[in-house]
Structures are given as C-alpha cells and as structure tokens.
C-alpha cells in the first residue's frame, strides 16, 4: 500500500533515518527516528512539495535521497538504479544527474572562489575533457540562463546580492544538465521581492529542461502554486499525500487541516475573519501517524493510530 | 480622529552607518505618529530601515558605526515625577532612556534563543525589569513573574517558574520573551520579526496571543515585518518602507486594496494565491531587480530602477509622501505616478 505513479524518476521506499542517543553513562541506548518509513516517487518534469515543521524531517529526507547523508534503512531507486548499493565511482557518476540547492546560497558558495569559477567546477570535476573556452562559453550560457551577466563572473560572493546568489548556486546546479534537484527552502532566506523571481526561475528551468524537484518548504502559500503534489511530514512520518489542489482544497489529516488553516492571508478582512474562527475553534488533538491509506485515486491519509 | 496627543511621534528621524567602503544612510527622514492602543505593522525587507530606526530610537543601535544624523521621537510616557509628558528620546540621557525601555515600551524580537540568558531561569529573567522598574521585592516579583507565564498561556507555570530557556520549546520562549517584554505593562510594545523563525501553526498561536493580551492590556503595538499576512490579520495601520524611506502608510484597509505605490503594489502581487487552484494560476508577478546597495543608493526614487510604472521625474526627485487623492485620510503615500490610472490604462500587465 503506497503512494504509486506510473514510471517513476525517483522512487523512495519505506526510507528511514534514525540517529542513536546513548547514554554517556553507558546505560541502555535508544534511537531518535528522524525520519520513519516514508516511501513516495517523483516522476519526471513533475514537482513534490514536503512541507512540515522544523524537525519534521524534511531535510533529512532531502539530504537522505541524495546520499548526502544515506539512510539507515529503505531503498532509493533513482531511473531504476537503487542509489544505496552503488560503488562510490558510479554514486559520483550519478551526481551528475542529481544536484542539490541549498537555503542560505553564501553559506553554499566559497568566498574565495569567483562567481565564473564556482559555475565551471562541475565542469572541471566531471568534464575534464572540456577545453577552456568551451568551459567559458559553457559558463556565459549559464550565466544568462538565470538572468546574470556573464560579465558578472569575474567577482566573488560578496559582490552579490541574496537573489543573485541563489541563481549563482542554480547555475551550478543545472551545469550539468540534472534530471533532479533537491531545492531545501530555496527562497527561505531571500527578500521578499526576490522569491518570486527564484521560483519563476525554478519553473521556467522545469519546463526547459525536463527537470523533477523535490521542494522542502514552510511556504505553504508556494508549494501550493508550485508543486504538483505535495507530501505533508510530521515527526518524521507522511501524514498525508495528494495533489497539490486536493490536499488544498480537501486535506484530510487533521494535522494537514491545522497546518493550512494556521497561513495568513494577505487580505484584511479575510484574515480578521480567519483568526476569529481560529480563536473559537479549539486546537484539535493530533493523533499518532500510522500506515498510509489511499482515500481516493492518489491521495493517501495516514491511519491514526490508538484512536 | 481624536485630538489627544500622538504616544509616539517620530519627526525626520535619520540614521547613517559608517562603514569602511563608505556611508550607509540606513534611515532617510522617517516621520510618522503612533495612537494610544493602536497596531502599526511595519513591512518591507533587508535593508528597508525598518528594524534599524526602532533600534535607533530605543538608543540600540551601537555609535560606532551608528550615526543618528538627525530627527526627534516623541514619546508620551511618565516622566521622573510621574506626569505624562512627551519627551524627545534621542535627547534623553542613557540612564533616562534606559527606564523608558523595558518599562514604558516593551521588545519582542526574533530570536528568543539568543535574547534570553541561558543561564539564568525564566523567573529571575521576568523579575529582573520587575525589580529594576518598578522596585518590587524578591517575593513579589516571582508571584508577578507567575502571573505574567499564565497570562502568556505556558501551562504549569509554577512549576516551570524555575525552568531555564533551553527546557522551552522555540514558541515558548518567545511566550517568555513576550512575558518580559510586557511585564512592567507598558504602553508601547514593539515586535521586531518576532514569528519569523517560528513554525506557521506557533505563529498563529503566537499571533492570537498578542491579539488576546492586546485586549485585556490596551497597549499599542509596533509589528515589525516581512509577512503581509501577519500585518493584514492585527494591523490597523500598515506602514510600507523601502531603501530607508516610507513609501506608503494608511489604514490596513485602504493600503491593502488600493495601493498607490508601486512597491506596495509589487509585494502584494508576487504573493500566490493560496486559494487558486494550478490550473488557474498564472506565472508569479516578480519584482524586477534588486534593493539597491544603500552606500550608493539610486538618485531620485529608489525604487524607481526596478518600478515599470516610473516617470522621468522618479529617477532625479525623490517624491514626498503625501495624502492620496480620493482616499481616505490618512493614506499616504509617496509616488509621483497616478498608480491606478496606469493600472487602468494597462499598464505592467
């Protein structure tokens, strides 16, 4: 009983991510699960959305699918290959194919590292072949392709703004040319005025490219607008899993229910309204997450459990 | 519209940063007044001045590389002799000012963790303006400091009296830190990006709660940040900064469906709508460009560079804010564009 869609890109089963508490007096050591069981596909061109809350385990999924940080247990099966049982050549091979982008894009970048030289490392590192002018023209495309002047390439990180950065960093990303991408809270760290510049920029690379995200968030209000489906995480469990309008418009679980219900809307009076009827509706108790269950054609709910 | 005096009245306040590649003018002739009880939300991103001139007129911001370079803030509170009376608090000794805060406006920011002391428990940190303000003993000042836990709904609070900041969850802290900052019940409270590292369920818990202590305090309060939705639910007046400037202030109301700036404008539609659904959607409506460096701000308007609806006289004039024609009073804004002729006329899409 899981989440299936026909010919998956990424395919991710019954993943967990759990990190061992020992006593430092050496008494009996437990395991904290980070993440429990979560298993769901991505195909290709299409966008999953994982909201939750901090320490949901959002990002260790992020981070488990990519091996940055291998799972304790479950598969990942990318194009069919399962990523765990690969040898470290071929895992660097695939890389290629797999990229990752980051919240914080200074933290991401090296300082000391022009903007043009961090855009062709991958190039360096994975098409050693490539001449220097090739690589340059290479890079100039790049540059262009997320809006920056490829005159820009000469000056280092700090000569950037917030915005600029990121696309520095989705450059590098899509150098080269991924099927998949990681995006962990891509636009968290920008202005306001800048977010929708980047995930403008995310969709129209999709569209291009053919690219399959996987989109770690808080942003409610954009994974709706930007994911074909979404996946709504808690302590490390899918709770729920749907089409984005669904899940929307008809969430089931009653953590999804408050986690949609607690978004502000930028209007007024609407938003007068919606924290009055918070105000008289008490805060539901949340039940334990079970097994998945499909409710209707590709909206699966978790069972509660103990209830 | 009552005549009684304005509780804060903040009259051309600039701020200037000295830095090694030059002055940065964080803050460029902010003027606005603040009624008794009344929510201001302040919005506008990194840069904005929007933070900076609060800290600047509780006397926080740090001289060196801090300038104040001119203006006055108003502030009705009590004076020595317990009178009310505005006093300039860019005027006023630290040792003044330093009663003012804490006792007469209360601070809320965005990091509880790195705002409260580790070391100490969270009734010692709720006592400490309790004793220094307002002269209460050990005994008293703990009873307060429980009352104070239960007012901002941290269940047990007996018992948690004791407890030190890092047995609190994130929202909890900042209940705690919402605590001290309205413990000597002040008449100002200002909020500086205080749910922005909060998860959207503890936020709008956080949010109910400052509505709920709102009521039963009366206070006014200065809501400081970059989520329109947070402002539209507990503002009365919305206040829009850019590049150290107000670009528009009015009535939540007025501002929100008839924005006369372009930068308001801006912010308003490159937020999705949560409630269309993906086939109905349209591509986001990006702002162009980026805020500008504030070591060389643009001539004229600054945001004039990244404005589709900019005239000739945006990028050498900068304009005044002003009354908006055929709104309602108190809706100003500054542009030297007619914002809902061009929008009328089709103009930016």
């Not at chain 1, 020992?22 to 069981?37: P, Q, T």
């Not at chain 1, 069919?80 to 914080?104: E, H, K, N, W, Y």
């Not at chain 2, 702002?287 to 004229?300: L, N, T, V």
Request: a positive charge; glycine letters at 8%; hydrophobic letters at 40%.
């Amino acid at each position: 009983m899981r989440p299936v869609k026909p010919e998956p890109l990424l395919s991710v089963r019954s993943l967990s991510k759990h990190y061992p508490l020992r006593h430092w007096w050496g008494g009996k050591s437990s395991v904290f699960r980070a993440v429990e069981g979560v298993s769901f596909d991505i195909a290709p061109g299409e966008t999953l959305g994982l909201v939750g809350e901090s320490g949901s385990g959002k990002s260790t999924i992020g981070r488990a699918v990519t091996m940055l940080n291998p799972p304790t247990s479950g598969s990942v099966a990318f194009e069919g290959v399962d990523l765990a049982s690969l040898p470290a050549r071929a895992m660097r091979r695939m890389r290629r194919r797999i990229q990752v982008i980051f919240q914080d894009p200074y933290a991401a970048l090296n300082p000391r590292m022009s903007a043009g030289a961090y855009v062709a490392e991958p190039f360096r590192l994975h098409r050693p072949e490539m001449g220097g002018a090739e690589r340059r023209d290479a890079v100039a495309g790049l540059f262009q392709r997320v809006g920056l002047d490829p005159r820009f390439a000469g000056r280092y990180p700090h000569q950037f703004s917030g915005g600029q950065r990121q696309r520095l960093c989705i450059a590098r990303a899509i150098a080269l040319k991924p099927s998949f991408i990681v995006a962990d809270e891509p636009i968290a760290a920008l202005d306001i005025s800048i977010q929708a510049q980047v995930v403008n920029l995310l969709q129209d690379l999709q569209e291009e490219l053919g690219l399959s995200y996987l989109f770690i968030s808080h942003d409610l209000r954009m994974v709706r607008y930007l994911c074909h489906r979404v996946a709504v995480l808690r302590r490390g469990r899918i709770v729920e899993l749907a089409d984005s309008d669904t899940l929307y418009e008809d969430p089931r679980h009653p953590y999804t229910r408050a986690l949609l219900s607690a978004v502000p809307v930028p209007d007024p009076a609407a938003e007068r309204a919606r924290l009055r009827a918070t105000r008289e509706s008490p805060a539901a108790v949340l039940p334990e997450a079970g097994a998945l269950e499909e409710v209707a054609p590709g909206h699966w709910v978790a069972r509660t459990v103990g209830v | 519209m009552t005549a009684s005096p304005p509780l804060l009245d903040v009259r051309d306040l600039a701020v200037a940063f000295d830095t090694e590649s030059g002055t940065v003018r964080a803050v460029n002739g902010v003027s606005y007044t603040l009624r008794e009880g009344e929510t201001l939300g302040i919005v506008g991103e990194s840069g904005s001045g929007k933070s900076v001139h609060v800290l600047a007129m509780l006397g926080l911001v740090p001289r060196p590389p801090g300038r104040i370079t001119g203006g006055q803030v108003l502030f009705r509170g009590r004076d020595p002799e317990g009178h009310d009376q505005a006093r300039d608090l860019l005027a006023m000794p630290e040792r003044h000012l330093r009663r003012v805060r804490g006792a007469e406006i209360g601070m809320v920011f965005q990091d509880p963790m790195s705002s409260l002391n580790p070391a100490m428990t969270v009734a010692a940190q709720i006592a400490e303006p309790l004793r220094l303000h307002l002269g209460l003993g050990a005994r008293e000042a703990r009873a307060r400091a429980r009352d104070l836990l239960d007012l901002v709904r941290i269940p047990d609070a007996s018992r948690r009296l004791d407890h030190y900041p890092h047995e609190f969850s994130g929202g909890q802290r900042q209940r705690v830190m919402i605590a001290i900052g309205l413990a000597c019940r002040p008449k100002l409270l200002i909020a500086d990006e205080a749910t922005t590292a909060l998860d959207v369920t503890v936020q709008a818990e956080i949010v109910a709660l400052v509505q709920e202590l709102k009521r039963e305090i009366g206070m006014a309060i200065v809501w400081i940040t970059h989520d329109l939705g947070v402002v539209a639910g507990i503002a009365d007046t919305v206040q829009v900064m850019y590049a150290g400037r107000i670009v528009e202030r009015g009535p939540v109301d007025a501002v929100f469906s008839d924005p006369r700036n372009a930068y308001t404008l801006g912010l308003l539609r490159s937020l999705p709508d949560l409630s269309r659904d993906r086939a109905g959607r349209q591509r986001l409506r990006q702002i162009e460009g980026s805020p500008p460096d504030m070591r060389h701000p643009p001539p004229g308007d600054p945001f004039a560079p990244r404005n589709p609806f900019a005239t000739p006289r945006c990028r050498t004039e900068a304009p005044p804010l002003a009354q908006v024609e055929g709104s309602v009073p108190g809706h100003l804004a500054a542009a030297w564009y007619d914002l809902p002729a061009l929008l009328a006329a089709g103009a930016g899409r």
